[in-house]
């Protein structure tokens, strides 16, 4: 039951990826909230210090527990407030819907910083706006923290996230390909399952509304190719549980339209998983891999992303055998379940106490891990986390 005086708090930003997506989950579900737009002061000194992770968005709860991490975030929310919920009743697609979310929030990610940072137009509009929001409170001209933050993040999150002449058509094509698979299932239901949000459509809307959605040259070529999706992402922002009535279909199972997700988990998001976790077992802090024929060289090692498997997994041990055993069928047939399942991984540490999405108030050596978060550590793993063998266990 929602408390209209139940007030949560959202540190975030209004271009962010994350925050979009929760702020939208928020919205429908009709769970009251106020955005604090983050600053970089902020981001460290009450984000990192509450949740141990300098990640947005953070929340802090009506009696002052702090979230992070909206993938833990939205089965904390769901479980307080099951009324319309984003998980359809088939365990079946419960588990498809996990996997799209997954999907959606890490393989969209590199395309969705790519189209922001690689153009010139999106990186000089986009550099501006962080420089004069989140940026505000530092000194400076604005020319010139614009100019700090497009070098950072084309080190971090271009450069540094394995995009070169050679991969870069590969990395366009995966946003151009979900967009026509988007496409075809919003051209026929208002929302990825059906008649009511999913949590595979709060996966999307991440990258499609805070990104691809508002860039200009991802926004142009989604209004050109994909107006259904354009609509969609309006859809999704208004969408609010108490005035819909549409319900998921198919009411058991997936929409046909979703195998393309699952071929392209199969043929690559899968793959990289698998050698993001190979370079954790063994302590590299970069990999190469080839993804459909394309090399990706020196793409940096994910803590966060072996621990995103690894609960991938876990759903899928924990489903009734029945269930399991047709979702190994259709994983098969999309020559998705051999990613899937052969390859041992190593325990990410990520998250060992399963805590999360509670965060992790730093203590002690809270200077330190704030010092390394600065440096970048905290991008794609724990501050303090390091590489697996490598570091101390957390
Ligand atoms: N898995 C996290 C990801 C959060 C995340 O990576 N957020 C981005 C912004 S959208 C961020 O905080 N990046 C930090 C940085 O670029 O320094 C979640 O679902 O909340």
Not at 8 to 37: C, H, M, N, Q, W
Not at 127 to 154: C, N, T
Not at 259 to 282: H, I, Q, S, V
């Amino acid at each position: 039951m929602i408390n209209k005086s139940d007030n949560y708090r959202v540190y975030g930003l209004d271009l962010s990826y994350f925050t979009g997506k929760l702020e939208a989950y928020l919205r429908y579900k009709e769970i009251p909230y106020e955005r604090v737009e983050l600053t970089a002061r902020s981001f460290r000194d009450i984000v990192l210090e509450n949740t141990g992770l300098q990640k947005m968005p953070a929340v802090e709860t009506p009696d002052g527990t702090w979230l992070t991490d909206t993938t833990p975030m939205i089965d904390w929310f769901e479980a307080r407030y099951p009324d319309s919920s984003v998980f359809p009743e088939d365990p079946y697609a419960v588990f498809f819907c996990r996997l799209l979310e997954d999907y959606a929030d890490e393989w969209m990610w590199r395309p969705a910083l790519h189209f922001r940072w690689s153009f010139k137009k999106d990186a000089q509009l986009m550099s501006r706006r962080i420089a004069e929001e989140m940026l505000h409170d530092m000194p400076g001209p604005v020319w010139m923290k614009a100019r700090m933050i497009l070098r950072r993040q084309l080190k971090e999150y271009v450069t540094g996230d394995g995009i070169t002449p050679e991969t870069r058509s590969h990395v366009e094509q995966i946003y151009l390909k979900t967009l026509d698979t988007m496409q075809r299932q919003l051209s026929v239901t208002p929302f990825l399952l059906g008649g009511r949000p999913s949590l595979a459509d709060f996966g999307f809307f991440g990258s499609m509304f805070r990104h691809f959605g508002i860039d200009p040259t991802p926004a142009r070529i989604m209004r050109d190719r994909a107006p259904a999706v354009y609509a969609w992402t309006g859809r999704l922002w208004n969408a609010r549980a108490s005035r819909l009535e549409g319900a998921f279909e198919p009411a058991e199972g997936i929409p046909p339209a979703w195998a393309a997700f699952l071929k392209d988990m199969g043929a690559a998001y899968f793959p990289y998983l698998n050698a993001n976790a190979a370079a954790w077992r063994e302590g590299r802090k970069r990999f190469d891999v080839e993804i459909e024929g394309v090399t990706y060289r020196r793409l940096p090692t994910s803590q966060y992303r072996v621990w995103c498997f690894e609960r991938l997994r876990q759903h899928f041990s924990a489903l009734p055998p029945e269930t399991a055993a047709k979702v190994r069928q259709t994983l098969t047939t999309h020559r998705a379940w051999e990613p899937f399942h052969a390859a041992e991984i190593a325990p990410s540490r990520f998250d060992p106490d399963n805590r999360l999405p509670l965060g992790t108030e730093l203590s002690g050596d809270a200077a330190a891990a704030r010092k390394s978060a600065q440096r970048g550590g905290s991008l794609w793993g724990r501050p303090d986390g390091g590489v697996a063998g490598k570091s101390k266990p957390i």
